[in-house]
């Protein structure tokens, strides 16, 4: 809470490319440190400099961020060693990081300036979940088994915690969910909203189009599909990230106020009246039929709640598999 009326403003830095519920926990924890927190981001120019290019676009990056509901600014164009003029600049108090150790290309401590000025704090790192465990699951897919149907995921069983997603080492708890949970019901009078979808590697695209759907309503709800469900409409070794986590990332996102576990892939009379849902939408992503020919928005289609969606954003997660492939290859 505020000191003398005045907001403690936390600093967070780093590239954010590919940004996952990690992330968004350690800015979580930022917030509970102060009042605001004021996110600093590397551009792409700095971080070719320090790492090699990035996978995302420092437009993405920062839209990804500011999409995260515990953060409040976001500054593009952060120093790679955090420096006392940039959080002055900013108005911060001090600078919160994670507790892993990051180095410049020279093996300069990042952080060694604002550590002695004694304006740095830490979080714990959220353990099991990393860009490179995620990039390494999306290298799975080009194996043998990419795109060879439900057959071959026995080869990879060994391996995996979970036939879809991999190495998955993150481990769910309930505790975790009330923690990234807004806890608010609707009010009464609410319009409420739902969508439905894998949200698989919650991406720019995504954003965009929750963007939209909440501001079709008061109150929106996303429907997350069960990891099996997803992966018999998407094939291959999709989901990449499973249900916890795509609940965790979702729940991340400023515009969601409640996430439906393992929503059923049809839109039923029951979900409806259960959720009291108002307005039903879809963005322009092909929809796929259950069992090849039921439509799973027949029912709100019959009942003139459905809407379609243009995000205005072709970004999807074959996209994302793609690129990292491409980005793989080339550095
Ligand atoms: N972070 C975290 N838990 C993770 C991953 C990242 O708390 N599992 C934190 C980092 O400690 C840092 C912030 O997220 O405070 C953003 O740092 P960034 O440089 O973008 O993250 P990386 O450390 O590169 O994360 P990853 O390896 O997953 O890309
Ligand atoms: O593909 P997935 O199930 O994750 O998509 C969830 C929702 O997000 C769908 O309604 C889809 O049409 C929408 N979307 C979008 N624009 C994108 C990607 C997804 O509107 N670029």
């Known amino acids: 809470s ?3 009326g005045k907001d403690v403003r936390v600093w967070c830095d780093g590239c954010y490319d590919m940004v996952h519920f990690g992330h968004a926990n350690s800015l979580r924890q930022a917030k509970a440190l102060g009042d605001k927190v004021i996110v600093g981001i590397h551009t792409d120019a700095e971080i070719t400099k320090h790492k090699g290019p990035p996978v ?10 500011k999409g995260i509901k515990w953060v409040d600014e976001v500054v593009l164009g952060a120093p790679y060693v955090t420096t006392l003029e940039v959080l002055d600049q900013n108005n911060c108090d001090f600078c919160v990081h994670g507790d892993d150790i990051t180095m410049t290309a020279e093996g300069v401590d990042t952080y060694h300036l604002v550590k002695s000025a004694n304006r740095y704090k830490e979080v714990r ?6 860009t490179t465990d995620l990039v390494g699951r999306m290298l799975l897919l080009t194996r043998n088994h990419f795109r060879q149907g439900s057959a071959e995921y026995d080869i990879e069983k060994e391996a995996a915690k979970s036939p879809w997603t ?13 923690q990234f949970s807004d806890g608010k019901s609707p009010n009464a009078g609410d319009k409420i909203v739902y969508v439905a979808g894998a949200f698989d590697l919650f991406h720019v695209g995504h954003l965009d189009f929750l963007e939209k759907a909440s501001k079709l309503g008061d109150y929106l709800i996303v429907g997350l599909h069960t990891d099996p469900v997803v992966n018999s409409y998407k094939g291959s070794n999709y989901p990449i990230m499973n249900l916890h986590e795509r609940v965790l990332s979702v729940l991340a996102c400023k515009f969601v106020n409640e996430v439906v576990i393992g929503a059923p892939y049809c839109v039923t009379e029951e979900l409806l009246e259960h959720f009291k849902i108002d307005v039903v939408c879809h963005g322009r992503t092909p929809i796929a039929m259950e069992d090849g020919k039921i439509d799973p928005y027949a029912v709100p289609k019959t009942k003139a709640i459905f809407e379609l969606i243009d995000s205005g954003n072709e970004m999807t997660t074959e996209r994302i598999v793609e690129r990292i492939i491409s980005h793989r290859l080339e550095y």
């Open 2 to 4: 505020p000191i003398n």
């Open 56 to 65: 995302f676009t420092e437009e993405e990056r920062v839209k990804m961020v």
């Open 125 to 130: 790192r959220t353990a099991g979940v990393s």
């Open 166 to 178: 991999g190495c998955s080492q993150f481990l769910p708890t309930t505790q975790k969910i009330i």
